[in-house]
């Protein structure tokens, strides 16, 4: 019979004795020269199978016999390597064994590099290991979006980590593809001990935005994440940095007036929030607690009414002389002082972008699934 028969998964019997851990049986088999290469449907070959289970003498055995093939081939179909398996489960050990050879010993494949795959896990020991081993130059490696290991790290809030990588030289206010920096992925999962350490350790710059212009700010009050807002808010002196508008035209105070936010409204009111700013339905931060825009209109038109008509009146700012269909900022006389011009309250989402229930501007294109998954 074929040592090298395969099941419905492509797997040999080598695949699934080093899966299994049954040592005589792979033993008997590589006595038997089953092939070390051999790859089951998703190109994965017994070395993938090692590193992932924690079989490092059965690595080794089986590095040592593929070195000696021509063009050596260590990718699986979607690029990854042994040692982004070895990586991944934190076996440190096989990580070791792999890093012994030279073919191991750069990142290739998948850009989600091993290195990302320590961290997004929170294992510090195999990302110290790589980086003692590789040089300091990898922590600022980038994937196929754009996000290094310290996105990663401030995605899953590993704070370990994350001061390994900071101890580094880190770039702090890297960007992704989608323009968000690791405190902008931190405060929108609500991530306090990165939020922490990014703001007062390592001085995140938070006048950023993303591709539809939110900051930090806008994220964490977009996700209801009070305590980050607040840590972010104690380091926010720039009253313009307060009223910043993303693409919706919408400030922080909107969105977290929008989902309930007590005390960060509180904060931001205290440090100059602009009341009467109107985002691009013509809404105020006070309209923007209304559950859905019919209703915040409904509340525009009863303002309307219940405001006193006086030329010499100190609210200055409102004009109550008509009400026009075009939507209620004319009839409230919000201007956008920013870009000096009137927002229509049924104008269309700017950049093809779309305002979440929570307040936030994501874009329709956008893949933005980092708030489920990285």
Same mark, same amino acid.
């Given at each position: 019979?074929?040592?090298?028969?395969?099941?419905?998964?492509?797997?040999t019997?080598?695949?699934?004795?080093?899966m299994?851990?049954?040592?005589?049986?792979?033993?008997?088999?590589?006595?038997?020269? #089953?092939s070390?290469?051999?790859?089951?449907?998703?190109?994965?070959?017994?070395?993938? /199978?090692? *590193?992932?289970?924690?079989h490092?003498?059965?690595?080794?055995?089986?590095? &040592?016999? !593929?070195?000696?093939?021509?063009?050596?081939?260590?990718?699986d179909?979607?690029g990854?390597?042994p040692?982004?398996?070895?990586?991944?489960?934190?076996?440190?050990? =096989?990580l070791?064994?792999?890093?012994?050879q030279?073919? =191991?010993?750069?990142?290739?494949g998948?850009? /989600?590099t091993?290195l990302h795959?320590?961290?997004?896990?929170?294992?510090?020991s195999?990302? $110290?290991?790589?980086?003692e081993?590789?040089? #300091?130059?990898?922590v600022?490696?980038?994937?196929?979006?754009?996000?290094?290991?310290?996105?990663?790290?401030?995605?899953?809030d590993?704070?370990?980590?994350?001061?390994?990588?900071?101890?580094?030289n880190?770039?702090?206010?890297?960007?992704?593809?989608?323009?968000r920096?690791?405190?902008?992925?931190?405060?929108? @999962?609500?991530?306090?001990? #990165?939020?922490?350490?990014?703001?007062?350790?390592? %001085?995140?710059?938070?006048?950023?935005?993303?591709?539809n212009?939110?900051? #930090?700010l806008?994220? *964490?009050?977009? %996700?209801?994440h009070? %305590?980050?807002?607040?840590?972010i808010?104690?380091?926010?002196?720039? &009253?313009?940095l307060i @009223?910043?508008?993303? $693409?919706?035209?919408?400030?922080?105070?909107?969105?977290?007036?929008r989902?309930g936010? %007590?005390?960060? +409204?509180?904060?931001?009111?205290?440090?100059?929030?602009?009341?009467?700013?109107v985002?691009?339905?013509?809404?105020?931060?006070?309209? !923007? =607690?209304?559950p859905?825009k019919d +209703?915040a209109? =409904?509340?525009?038109?009863?303002?309307?009414?219940?405001?006193p008509?006086?030329?010499?009146?100190? +609210?200055?700012?409102?004009? /109550?002389?008509?009400?026009?269909?075009?939507?209620?900022?004319?009839?409230?006389?919000?201007?956008?002082?920013?870009t000096?011009?009137n927002?229509?309250s049924?104008?269309?989402p700017?950049?093809?972008?779309?305002?979440?229930?929570d307040?936030?501007?994501?874009g329709?294109?956008?893949?933005?699934?980092?708030?489920?998954?990285?």
């Amino acid at each position: 019979a074929s040592v090298d028969i395969t099941d419905n998964l492509g797997c040999t019997a080598l695949h699934r004795g080093i899966m299994s851990g049954h040592e005589e049986c792979v033993q008997m088999l590589l006595e038997e020269e #089953a092939s070390i290469m051999c790859r089951d449907l998703r190109g994965r070959t017994p070395l993938h /199978f090692a *590193a992932a289970r924690g079989h490092a003498t059965w690595l080794s055995e089986l590095l &040592q016999t !593929a070195i000696s093939e021509t063009d050596l081939n260590l990718k699986d179909n979607q690029g990854y390597t042994p040692s982004h398996w070895a990586c991944y489960n934190g076996n440190e050990n =096989c990580l070791e064994v792999l890093l012994e050879q030279k073919s =191991c010993r750069k990142f290739e494949g998948n850009p /989600f590099t091993p290195l990302h795959c320590a961290v997004i896990n929170d294992h510090e020991s195999c990302a $110290s290991i790589l980086i003692e081993a590789l040089g #300091a130059n990898i922590v600022n490696c980038r994937d196929a979006k754009g996000r290094t290991p310290l996105h990663a790290a401030a995605f899953t809030d590993h704070v370990e980590c994350l001061q390994l990588l900071l101890g580094h030289n880190a770039h702090v206010n890297a960007a992704d593809n989608s323009g968000r920096t690791s405190l902008m992925m931190a405060a929108k @999962n609500g991530n306090m001990g #990165a939020v922490e350490i990014l703001v007062n350790g390592a %001085k995140a710059d938070l006048t950023l935005k993303d591709s539809n212009k939110n900051t #930090a700010l806008h994220l *964490a009050c977009s %996700k209801g994440h009070e %305590k980050c807002a607040l840590l972010i808010l104690e380091e926010i002196q720039d &009253q313009s940095l307060i @009223n910043a508008k993303n $693409s919706a035209l919408q400030t922080p105070l909107h969105i977290a007036a929008r989902n309930g936010l %007590k005390l960060a +409204v509180q904060e931001l009111l205290s440090k100059g929030a602009s009341v009467l700013a109107v985002d691009e339905n013509g809404h105020t931060p006070a309209l !923007a =607690c209304a559950p859905n825009k019919d +209703v915040a209109d =409904c509340l525009a038109l009863i303002l309307a009414t219940m405001m006193p008509f006086s030329p010499s009146s100190t +609210v200055t700012s409102f004009n /109550f002389s008509y009400l026009k269909n075009d939507g209620f900022c004319r009839t409230l006389g919000c201007d956008d002082s920013s870009t000096g011009r009137n927002i229509n309250s049924f104008s269309k989402p700017l950049n093809n972008s779309v305002a979440t229930e929570d307040g936030c501007v994501e874009g329709e294109n956008e893949n933005d699934s980092d708030s489920e998954t990285f």
